[in-house]
Nanobody, 124 residues
């Protein structure tokens, strides 16, 4: 059974850092683009970052967040620095065979796999 399991969420003060991890199992994701999305209360899901042959970031997190992957361990990590209250959301990991920088990937359309999410709360 293919699974994506996120971890590392929690409560942090503004200006602090968190490191999210996504552990993939059930298959090898080397050829998949991997991404992070988030959904704040009352808001639509939004793209955060993606990694494939390169990396791509939402403008709102560029310079503060870094996405990386370890293919040997089948994991994807999102290092989040200089966190702001507006970063508060449930963060989801996703995997898809499409191109990491494509519009469909950034919209999260038709992704092959999703995790169940991890909550990040940033207090002011």
């Amino acid at each position: 059974q293919v699974q994506l399991v996120e971890s590392g969420g929690g409560l942090v003060q503004a200006g602090g850092s968190l490191r999210l991890s996504c552990a993939a199992s059930g298959r090898t994701f080397t050829s998949y683009a991997m991404g992070w999305f988030r959904q704040a209360p009352g808001k639509e899901r939004e793209f955060v970052a993606a990694i494939g042959g390169g990396t791509s970031y939402a403008d709102s997190v560029k310079g503060r967040f870094t996405i990386s992957r370890d293919n040997a361990k089948n994991t994807v990590t999102l290092q989040m620095n200089s966190l702001k209250p507006e970063d508060t959301a449930v963060y989801y990991c996703a995997a898809d065979r499409s191109t990491y920088y494509s519009a469909d990937f950034r919209r999260g359309n038709g992704m092959d796999y999703w995790g169940k999410g991890t909550l990040v709360t940033v207090s002011s």
